[in-house]
């Protein structure tokens, strides 16, 4: 690289790769992109591709970051409270304290809400009711061992009724609970405030608490502490760097983050966003996250990881209905088949063909891997194309290179994904 | 009424200014591409764009975005038809008569009638949209679980008539995709089923992984199964005209009855792209003079879902735009994109920002014209795809569907999983086992449990649910009419043979 501003060369990164382990349009999500936008707008960074890494409130991410970023430098991954929880009921085998935490960045307080008509007008109603009889209130909220569901089983036990009776009903993504909690499909509704403080303006909602310490400027809803309910919960989101990088990298990427988060495109895209500063760095981080996964293992445990208690009936049937279904169709459909013997469309196949396109794909999984992206989508478009007509190989290779070429300009460069590199993409 | 022209045509004032009508146009054709690559959705197309935007003013944005996602809808078919397989989830039920049609050489028409069935539909849709937004979405919440769980069983009778030759094969297809849907996180609980310890199954198995596995990967497999060097026969194009006067007077009517089922379910925030579809291809069939020509190249089976997952992409904009609810992907991201302006979608941003809502719902009618000009004289040019030499085509189909299916969640394991789909794609097709079903199977069977006990958790364990609710039980009803419907026309015609 000829360009670059030779005092400023130490601090600046030439690429910052930050991983985000949800689909696009989360918390997490937005949280790297905003990440994107200030370390790219400030300097800090020349390039930070971001990674969408979805699957199993962050777990999946988690995992392959342990595994394919280890000892790299200059690679970042959002996680959080979420993650805590995914870790605990997925049962994940690696937990985050296989990485090397960063900073805790943002948080966001929890809103207990309710329909207009609901019989509950205030937090201690809905408070007795649950002492009275935890399981006959239905809580909509995101995903089953998120933040909204562990907030439902810290305020059950905090009134001293029996967690494990909690009747909790996961929606997946923030629309579809949203839709639920807003059309009155559930008792009570627990959403971050961000997402329901549109509703709670517009009055399609009743809030009865929100879960930060004392009051936030700008947000007209009490706390459960000044209506009697001892209880702080926020959902906290972090960064992380791969575990075994050196201290030298450790602190590199500490200073990076810390001048992200002092710098004013920062400071005002946490305002655009409503988020909560909650930055925090070095030991008092550690303890405060022991302190927190403690916390989500205990009431986790005391939810168990099935809380669902009313349906567990109808949990196991359905399976071995479509178990039991697939078994019979089958073997109906493979005796129907050998009794009236129809002549099927290729009895006598050819092998050539179907195995030089089985060679193909293994071509790819190995090439792709190994070499690289490039080579080997030409060598699956090389050897499909032999496997149809093989009479124009040298002719098949160069256009089978020319397309791989041309996709990987078109996924990599265009849309910014990122693909299996090895020598020929660093060379293009 | 009168306030809501007059603020649509402020909107038109601003939309049709030069700088606008370029995000449009910018907008359209990305869309288009996006819908055309398998696994590459609008979705990730808009969030790859978030950060470039970023400088823009939110209405051009906003205008980009929306042109994207209808753009997704056109470009989605077109892969359908010429190459069996489906650029989006909601082109699915597409291959069905869209392929067959493309092999008789009439795959310019059945591109013409997908893209006009779309600017027919989307432009409904969107003056529905326009008209009704508010009513509507206060009406789309009174749908809960149990609602939503009749919802599905009255789709889940639409495979009635996909299972194709054999229903026993038809019923297997459906339990294999069943089965497929029970792998990964149950929902309600948190815990893994059937994952095998493997943690990128955690989150089951991605209906598009299945989809191209299924069609373009089992398709290449297929055809080189049978080939013999010597039958390797050029696809026959007899025309690229697009659409006779026959195809005209029967498309029409599937266009409308499409965007009439796929609007409303758009509309209802956990409807799915693919259910709309489903549910129009079951219409025309059943509503057809000729059900045998279904799965043979009918042209409503081409028309009818096309207008349906238009008209539900505009419907899926009501939710968000007037409650703030994504119910697609797609919303999600703009969801975010909104709050990356500072703007707070939600039931007061029809009044707080006037301006952008209504700009954004004028270029939706600008980009519908805009699509249609641009896919109208490509249909000619992509049905001339298939003079392309089929080793090069194969060999292409490959490549894009390998990068599709990585690019979803960057897993080598998912590539694995594409391939393996594609060999038992390959081998249903050779013991002629209908594919469709089983997608039906993937995307229904999840929804349908989930919602059934979500129900019945939310009564406490009452499964009068299902009966008590007046939505419910209607829907509930209606798939039972639709279930008899044959059998007692059959016992009728029966009687009158007699």
């Known amino acids: 690289m000829l360009a670059g501003v030779p005092c400023a060369a130490q601090s600046t990164y030439e690429q910052l790769r930050i991983i985000a382990p949800a689909a696009p349009g989360g918390g997490w999500d937005q949280t790297a992109r905003v990440m994107q936008q200030v370390l790219q707008q400030t300097g800090i960074a020349r390039a930070v591709p971001v990674e969408n890494v979805p699957g199993a409130a962050g777990t999946i991410g988690l995992a392959r970051f342990i595994g394919a970023e280890r000892g790299r430098g200059d690679t970042l991954m959002v996680s959080g409270l979420i993650m805590l929880g995914g870790i605990v009921t997925h049962r994940s085998p690696v937990t985050l304290h296989d990485v090397t935490p960063i ?25 007795q009711a649950l002492r009275a009889n935890p399981s006959s209130i239905s809580w909509g909220g995101g995903s089953a061992g998120g933040s909204d569901h562990i907030l439902a089983g810290l305020i059950t036990d905090a009134v001293g009724a029996a967690a494990s009776r909690v009747n909790y009903i996961a929606f997946s993504g ?170 099927s469309v290729a009895m006598a196949p050819r092998w050539r063909s179907p195995v030089l396109v089985g060679i193909a794909v293994v071509a790819n999984l190995v090439l792709a891997e190994r070499v690289g992206f490039v080579a080997g989508s030409a060598a699956l478009f090389w050897l499909t194309a032999r496997a149809f007509d093989q009479r124009h190989p040298l002719r098949d290779a160069l256009i089978g290179s020319v397309t791989a070429v041309a996709a990987y300009l078109l996924f990599a460069r265009l849309l910014d994904l990122s693909l299996p590199a090895g020598v020929i993409e660093h060379w293009l | 009424m009168i306030e809501t022209l007059r603020a649509l045509g402020s909107g038109f004032t601003n939309a049709l200014t030069l700088h606008h009508l370029m995000w449009a146009g910018l907008g359209v054709t990305l869309g288009t591409a996006v819908g055309v690559l398998p696994g590459i959705g609008p979705a990730l197309t808009v969030a790859v764009l978030l950060p470039v935007t970023f400088s823009l003013d939110p209405v051009s944005a906003f205008i980009m975005f929306g042109a994207i996602y209808y753009g997704a809808m056109y470009g989605g078919s077109t892969t359908s038809i010429l190459l069996n397989t489906p650029g989006e989830t909601g082109s699915i039920v597409t291959t069905i008569d869209g392929y067959a049609m493309a092999r008789q050489g009439r795959a310019a028409a059945a591109l013409a009638t997908a893209a006009i069935g779309s600017f027919v ?128 007077r029967r498309s029409w009517k599937p266009w409308l009855r499409g965007a009439a089922i796929g609007f409303p379910l758009g509309v209802l925030p956990c409807g799915g792209a693919e259910v709309p579809t489903f549910l129009s291809y ?40 007037t409650l703030g609810l994504p119910s697609s992907a797609t919303a999600a991201v703009m969801l975010a994109a909104f709050q990356q302006y500072g703007l707070q979608p939600g039931p007061l941003l029809f009044s707080s920002r006037p301006d952008l809502v209504w700009t954004l719902i004028a270029s939706l009618y600008i980009g519908n014209v805009m699509l249609l000009v641009l896919n109208l004289p490509l249909a000619g040019v992509w049905a001339r795809l298939l003079l392309v030499p089929r080793r090069l085509l194969f060999g292409g189909i490959l490549v894009l569907s390998s990068l599709g299916a990585y690019s979803l969640n960057r897993s080598m394991l998912d590539l694995v999983l594409l391939y393996a789909i594609g060999v038992i794609g390959c081998a249903m097709r050779v013991s002629q086992v209908p594919l469709v079903p089983a997608v039906l199977g993937l995307v229904l069977g999840p929804l349908a449990e989930q919602q059934f006990r979500r129900a019945v958790a939310i009564s406490n364990g009452d499964v009068s649910v299902f009966l008590t609710r007046p939505i419910s039980a209607g829907l509930l009803l209606a798939a039972v009419i639709v279930l008899s419907a044959p059998l007692v026309r059959r016992r009728r015609s029966a009687r009158t043979d007699r």
């Open chain 1, 103 to 127: 900073a805790r960045l943002t948080g966001e307080y929890e809103v207990v809400v309710v329909p207009p008509s609901s019989r509950f007008t205030s937090l201690q109603d809905l408070l």
């Open chain 1, 174 to 343: 923030g629309g579809e609970s949203l839709a639920a909690i807003v059309g009155g499909q559930v008792d009570v509704g627990i959403n971050g405030y961000a997402e329901l403080s549109a509703q709670i303006d517009a009055g399609t909602v009743r809030p009865l608490g929100i879960s930060s310490h004392t009051r936030v400027s700008g947000v007209a809803v009490p706390t459960f502490r000044e209506q009697g309910l001892d209880l702080v919960f926020e959902n906290w989101r972090s960064i992380v760097a791969p575990p075994g990088i050196s201290a030298a990298d450790r602190g590199r990427l500490t200073r990076a983050v810390d001048a992200m988060v002092q710098s004013p495109p920062w400071r005002e895209a946490i305002g655009r966003y409503r988020w909560i500063d909650r930055y925090l760095t070095g030991e008092p981080l550690v303890s405060f996250m022991n302190s927190e996964e403690q916390r989500v293992r205990s009431i986790l445990a005391k939810l168990g990881t099935d809380g669902d208690t009313s349906a567990a009936g109808t949990r196991g049937i359905y399976p071995i209905f479509v178990l039991s279904g697939l078994a019979l169709t089958g073997i109906a459909a493979l005796i129907a088949g050998i009794r009236s013997r129809q002549p």
């Open chain 2, 121 to 248: 539909a989307g432009t409904l849709a969107t003056i529905a949209l326009t008209l009704f937004a508010p009513p509507l979405s206060a009406l789309a919440l009174r749908f809960g679980p149990a609602d939503y769980f009749a919802l599905t069983i009255v789709a889940f009778t639409s495979v009635a008539v996909l299972l194709g030759e054999s229903v026993l094969r038809g019923l297997f297809s459906l339990f294999a995709g069943l089965a497929l849907g029970l792998v990964g996180i149950d929902q309600l609980t948190g815990t893994a089923r059937f994952a095998f310890g493997i943690p990128q199954l955690l989150d089951g198995i991605d209906v598009i992984i299945l989809v191209i596995g299924l069609f373009a990967v089992g398709e290449t497999m297929y055809q080189a199964w049978i080939h013999g060097r010597d039958d390797l026969q050029p696809v026959r194009i007899d025309d690229f005209g697009g659409m006779t006067r026959e195809d005209w």
């Open chain 2, 282 to 321: 079951m219409t025309e069939k059943r509503l057809s003079d000729d059900p045998s020509r279904f799965g043979r190249g009918a042209i409503e089976g081409v028309a009818g879902p096309e207008a349906a997952n238009n008209a539900a992409a505009a419907g899926v904009l009501v939710p968000l735009l």
